[in-house]
């Protein structure tokens, strides 16, 4: 038997010594010696100092109002998953402290954005960890599970058994157990009912619903690091729309060119397209008999067949399987969902990329094989006592001695063995408004897309009456994406940009554009309505090893405590089946068009899609032929632009020039470089971002790099600097004294440009700069509006803000650096640009105030 780690406690009543805490409130529970009057026990339960750290699984479903973004005027209910994890709290803080649901008290329901900044709760789906805004769960989504970690008086029964984790419980003890849980959990969610009650505004009509929340089960974690938003292993994300917004009529509803690689189901009208999709509930693949004369061990089919998780097997099959025609369109269907996932690839070892992720995979997994192998060494010197009858200075076993031996060799050698397969991440900056491209967070795992469920609504209501919308014969499908991390709008913009390829809005090689990191353009794909988003579960496989415990609702035996009692699991499976019904009825409260498209449907794709692709379908014709090399060749030539500069821009340009010809140009910071385009002289040292990234992040603040080594010519020979002041009184810019009259003459021609403007402090000088697209984040945090001027003889170069062209040569314009992407367009000849603002932490210097004679005497 394994001897108890926990640490032995008192009763303050009585005094005695116990082994634990279970045994502590086992005795005090049943007031064994009268120590604690039932109050007194109550209220010895409530103490915080006597909590426990439990996980929660639960689900919820924003308001009406939130669903259908109607925020500016007395919108309430539940806004999103932030609010329901707050409102879930406050309901097991009521049931912890007795709180009668039916006692008449005020209760604070209001919620706010001091409120949400100030709440912090661990949560499969929060940013707690993270707190950085490209993570952030999208607005007004719901969740059809959610794991929620907090602290609250215990239910002894509910504890681990911590004196004999290893022996099982007594079908008794199970049943207290689960019959103080299943009290538990009905007392939180009638808490829950009684405070989603108080949203009752008398403006909202019977269609209006304050949210729901629903509350499945309890888990006592003995484990105190678990943290259920950072140990996630996978996570799932579902999308819910109408099926036809897939089809296009042969009128093709005003789209009108449709692509050669569109994916659409040969029939001729939409109802035949929405007859041919077959229902099939979410999650739930059709149970299958073993075949009894292929199966070698005919015990474990029948066991199958026996198991309580298959009595109810025949009700998940399709009533009819799709003809030979769906199944192929669902196969091609099928085939563009993969193209969005990330791949395992063979390792070319001339990707720079490529080959420093292997390495970084492969010394992960080395790790982790000497963390597992370190953790059976330490469970064998734990062995019971019955079986360390061996003498004490026996000699460790050799065969265990040479695999750790051989495991550690394997981690020290792990660079030099050759690299074959690896699953090369892709980079999603064009799916979320949040990160760039050389952002760590957009290089995502995207596992997989798959149709996760067909249904229909019923045509008739619960008395039996026809029902005013119409449902029955109109499917909504469910596509569930799974991946490590979702950013910001991700799994939304995944939707829409994958609902545009099937349609033929847009050919299917617009996902080389989108994923491709060389391209310095934005193309950020169409956002889907939030309406049909949901979160869908979150999994803890390496969690569940280590506390022997289900960790996500699912039938299984794999142990014996957790989220897989049948009672769980179909409670899960009938709120999800809810809350899709919700979601689709929520398409329909717009109405129908006369052809018998939504109006929901029809205001995305008039306003959002096709609009889309139409700008799409342009860039996408680009960056064809920057791929073929024919875009910079399709600028016109230098001398149309003509040489005459303004007399405003003669002395600062004179002096550009002068720093330049010079060979004077200061050298660029790694993390500058990073978001700028430049090809070395020596193609062969070109690296890919992500070992571009890696350098500027691992090598030190002086680690440059020369503008001159760049060859000349599209964004090459790049370089930036910046002068003035700088938030750090102790490191100013060396370009103060190394071009005093530069600096001087830059910032006169702020003045002289916009004499109304507050002056700056700084100024960031680029020479030959095609930039990637980005925000000034570095230096730029907090920054005032910027104001930027290109001078010089060049074409192209206008600068992008957000998707929108801007020609600065010889023309000053403001704009949000530190907030709006912007970055350069190709340009040819010679392109100087000033980048005027002012750093947080800077508010008030103005740069034009420098001493600039006392930096000449200096120079």
């Known amino acids: 038997m394994t001897k108890s780690t926990s640490k032995p406690v008192s009763c303050d009543g009585c005094q005695k010594q116990f082994p634990s805490k279970n045994k502590l409130f086992q005795h005090l529970a049943l007031n064994s010696d009268g120590c604690l009057s039932p109050d007194e026990y109550a209220e010895y339960m409530r103490n915080p100092r006597n909590f426990e750290k439990i996980c929660v699984l639960y689900g919820y479903l924003p308001g009406t109002d939130y669903q ?39 209760v604070d329901i209001s919620w706010s954005a001091e409120k949400a900044a100030a709440f912090k709760i661990n949560r499969s789906f929060g940013t707690q960890s993270r707190n950085l805004d490209a993570a952030h769960q999208d607005e007004y989504t719901g969740a059809i599970t959610e794991m929620l970690c907090t602290n609250t008086s215990p239910l002894f029964f509910d504890f681990t058994n911590d004196d ?10 199970k049943e207290q157990r689960k019959k103080k849980v299943t009290l538990w959990v009905q007392a939180v969610n009638e808490q829950l009912d009684h405070l989603l009650s108080r949203f009752t505004p008398e403006t909202k009509t019977n269609d209006w619903s304050p949210g729901r929340i629903r509350v499945f089960g309890r888990l006592s974690i003995p484990q105190k690091k678990f943290n259920p938003e950072s140990d996630v292993v996978h996570r799932r994300v579902d999308y819910c729309f109408p099926a036809d917004l897939l089809y296009v009529s042969k009128e093709n509803d005003g789209n009108s060119t449709m692509s050669e690689t569109a994916v659409q189901l040969q029939v001729d009208t939409m109802q035949q397209y929405m007859d041919k999709m077959v229902s099939f509930p979410p999650g739930q693949k059709p149970f299958r008999a073993f075949d009894a004369g292929k199966t070698a061990d005919r015990r474990k089919a029948n066991d199958y067949l026996e198991a309580p998780e298959a009595r109810d097997r025949d009700k998940f099959r399709p009533a009819i399987r799709p003809d030979q025609v769906t199944l192929t369109y669902l196969g091609l269907m099928k085939k563009v969902m993969q193209a969005f996932t990330t791949q395992v690839e063979d390792v070319d070892q001339n990707d720079s990329g490529a080959v420093l992720e292997k390495r970084f995979s492969d010394a992960k997994r080395n790790k982790q094989k000497q963390h597992s192998s370190a953790k059976q060494q330490k469970m064998k010197q734990k062995e019971p006592q019955k079986k360390k009858h061996r003498k004490q200075n026996q000699a460790p076993n050799t065969q265990d001695k040479k695999c750790n031996e051989e495991g550690t060799k394997e981690a020290d050698d792990s660079t030099n063995l050759p690299a074959k397969r690896f699953l090369r991440r892709k980079r999603f900056h064009n799916f979320s408004p949040n990160v760039l491209a050389h952002d760590f967070l957009a290089y995502r795992r995207l596992d997989r897309i798959y149709h996760r469920g067909t249904i229909r609504l019923d045509s008739t209501t619960q008395d039996g009456s026809k029902s005013v919308l119409h449902t029955g014969s109109r499917p909504f499908v469910v596509f ?90 179909t409670s899960v499976e009938q709120w999800e089946e809810s809350v899709l019904k919700d979601i689709a009825k929520g398409w329909y409260l717009d109405g129908t068009g006369a052809n018998g498209q939504l109006n929901a449907e029809r205001d995305w794709l008039e306003t959002v899609l096709y609009p889309w692709a139409k700008k799409a379908r342009g860039e996408l014709d680009n960056y064809r032929r ?107 810019p060396k370009g103060n004294l190394q071009f005093p009259q530069l600096v001087k003459a830059a910032f006169e021609l702020e003045r002289a440009l916009f004499p109304d403007r507050e002056p700056s402090s700084t100024i960031a000088i680029n020479r030959n700069a095609q930039f990637r697209p980005h925000t000034d984040k570095g230096a730029g945090a907090g920054q005032s509006t910027s104001l930027i001027v290109a001078m010089g003889n060049f074409v192209g170069g206008e600068l992008m803000v957000e998707g929108e062209k801007k020609d600065i040569r010889y023309n000053g314009i403001e704009f949000n650096g530190w907030k709006q992407r912007h970055w350069t367009l190709p340009f040819k000849g010679e392109r100087y640009s000033l980048v005027w603002f002012t750093p947080k932490g800077c508010e008030g210097m103005r740069g034009i105030d420098i001493d600039f004679d006392s930096l000449s005497r200096e120079n």
């Not at 004999?164 to 003890?173: G, I, L, R, W």
């Not at 330049?660 to 978001?675: C, E, I, K, M």
């Not at 790099?705 to 790049?718: I, K, L, P």
């Open 68 to 106: 259908r973004k109607c925020i500016p005027d007395g919108a309430c209910g539940i806004e999103g998953g932030q609010h329901a994890s707050w409102l879930l709290t406050q309901a097991i803080d009521r049931v912890c402290r007795g709180i009668n649901i039916n006692a008449d008290e005020e």
């Open 480 to 569: 569930s994406l799974t991946g490590d991390l979702f950013l910001y709008q991700q799994a939304r913009r995944v939707i829409g940009l994958l609902i545009a390829i099937l349609r033929g809005c847009i050919d299917i090689d617009i996902l080389d554009l989108v994923f491709d990191e060389n391209y310095a353009h934005l193309v950020s794909a169409p956002l889907a309505p939030s309406l049909g988003l949901m979160q869908g579960e979150a999994t803890y496989m390496t969690y569940e090893g280590r506390l022997n415990m289900v960790l996500n609702a699912r039938r299984t035996r794999a142990f014996s405590k957790g989220f897989n009692d049948e009672d769980v699991v």
């Open 626 to 732: 920057w791929k073929a090399g024919e875009l910079a060749s399709s600028l016109p030539p230098v001398v149309s632009v003509g040489t005459s500069v303004p007399d405003v821009y003669v002395k600062c340009l004179q002096l550009l020039r002068e720093a330049d010809a010079n060979g004077a140009w200061p050298d660029t910071s790694a993390q500058r470089q990073l978001v700028m385009l430049s090809t070395p002289n020596d193609e062969s040292l070109t690296t890919s971002l992500t070992a571009a990234r890696m350098a500027a992040k691992t090598n030190n603040s002086e680690s440059r790099s020369c503008a001159y080594s760049f060859r000349e010519g599209e964004g090459g020979a790049s370089g930036s600097f910046s002068v003035g002041i700088m938030p750090d009184r102790s490191s100013q």
């Open 164 to 173: 004999n984790p290893k022996e099982e419980d007594d079908s008794a003890t």
